[in-house]
Structure formats: C-alpha cells, structure tokens
T-cell receptor, first 111, second 115 residues
Framework: KQEVTQIPAALSVPEGENLVLNCSFTDSAIYNLQWFRQDPGKGLTSLLLIQSSQREQTSGRLNASLDKSSGRSTLYIAASQPGDSATYLCAARNSGYALNFGKGTSLLVTP | GAGVSQSPSNKVTEKGKDVELRCDPISGHTALYWYRQRLGQGLEFLIYFQGNSAPDKSGLPSDRFSAERTGESVSTLTIQRTQQEDSAVYLC?????????????FGEGSWLTVV
C-alpha cells in the first residue's frame, strides 16, 4: 500500500523567503504526483500535476519536482507571501483509482 | 457549473439518523471520487465512479455507507444510522476521466457533525 509522508508538518516563515516543502512516497511505481492547497474550511485546489515521465512542473512562483527513483517530490515556493498561508498536500497516483494523500504541511507566512 | 458543487455545505445530525450528501461534478467529467477527512487527519479514499459504475468501493468504511451516481452526473453518498465517528468533511472530486494526466478537481466539501 502506498504511504505518503510530508515533512515538516508545520512551517512558519517571514514574508519574502523562498521555501521547500517535502513529500516522500514508498511505492515508486506512480503514474503521477499532484500538489494541492487547502485553505481553512475549504476544499482542495490543485496546484501542479507531475506525470511519471516528467521531472518538474512550474506555475508562477511554484515549482514542483519529482524523483521517482528516490520516492521524493518537492514543492518550491519563491518569494513567499502571506496569501500563501494554507495547508499543502501532496498525493500520489498508482495503478488503482485512488489518490494517496499525505497529511499535509501547514504553512504560515508572516508579514 | 464552473466547479464541483457539494450540498449541504454543513449538516448537523443526531446519532442514528441517515444523511445524504450530494455532489455535482464538473460538466463532462466522467470520473468522480469521494473522500473523507476527519479533523486533523489526512484524506481517506471512499469510492470511485467511472460513469455510473463504481469499480472501486474499497474505501467505504462499513456497510452503513453507500453511494450512487446517475446520468453520469450527480452522485449521492448516503450514511445510514450515523455514528459520532462519522463526523468529518466529505469531499467530492471529479476529473475528465481516469487518465493519468488529468487534474482532479475538488469541491468545498460537506461538513458533517453527528451529535
């Protein structure tokens, strides 16, 4: 069974800092890995999807990388802003139908 | 609609009562998923629909839980004889199909409290 772990569980940084969120997974036979953002009391918003054949994806200040062989993905956020404060979830897709989610990293960006 | 719509957004029910949660996926999306998120926990997969059939029901926690989908559109998740441990947010998601390159879009969830 795929196990997805996210470290750290919580992170607080001052505005303007670049930061990296980590995601690891135990079964490297993934089809894709997706990063989501969850705001309090809200659903999930998809940020980036990396297919197994890709190494990275970029959207604005976000860059996600994927290393299947080591079972790792990182989400890089450049020039963080208070509006980036949220919980960030990664999810791995294997051969089944379900996405396997980590428990998330709770990010606080302070002004 | 523009996104995945869920109703009710909040539901408080008494232990032992039945509840129905509704999901309207993005128009044209054939794949539909239900997840549960308990307070402070990660997302748990419940069930997957491709069209109106459910090839994967492996995540349903007990026989008190059931789901159906009609017209390759609306889905309903039913919880019978609710228990306090059923309190959670129930999230619905959809994607164009189950192709691996397809982004999965989530609704804002139905927050269920069993008292």
């Amino acid at each position: 069974k795929q196990e997805v772990t996210q470290i750290p569980a919580a992170l607080s940084v001052p505005e303007g800092e670049n930061l990296v969120l980590n995601c690891s997974f135990t079964d490297s036979a993934i089809y894709n890995l997706q990063w989501f953002r969850q705001d309090p009391g809200k659903g999930l918003t998809s940020l980036l999807l990396i297919q197994s054949s890709q190494r990275e994806q970029t959207s604005g200040r976000l860059n996600a990388s994927l290393d299947k062989s080591s079972g790792r993905s990182t989400l890089y956020i450049a020039a963080s802003q208070p509006g980036d404060s949220a919980t960030y979830l990664c999810a791995a897709r294997n051969s089944g139908y379900a996405l396997n989610f980590g428990k998330g990293t709770s990010l606080l960006v302070t002004p | 609609g523009a996104g995945v719509s869920q109703s009710p957004s909040n539901k408080v029910t008494e232990k032992g009562k039945d509840v129905e949660l509704r999901c309207d996926p993005i128009s044209g999306h054939t794949a539909l998923y239900w997840y549960r998120q308990r307070l402070g926990q990660g997302l748990e997969f419940l069930i997957y629909f491709q069209g109106n059939s459910a090839p994967d029901k492996s995540g349903l926690p007990s026989d008190r839980f059931s789901a159906e989908r009609t017209g390759e559109s609306v889905s309903t998740l039913t919880i019978q004889r609710t228990q306090q441990e059923d309190s959670a947010v129930y999230l619905c998601a959809s994607s164009l199909d189950r192709g691996h390159g397809n982004t999965i879009y989530f609704g804002e969830g139905s927050w269920l409290t069993v008292v």
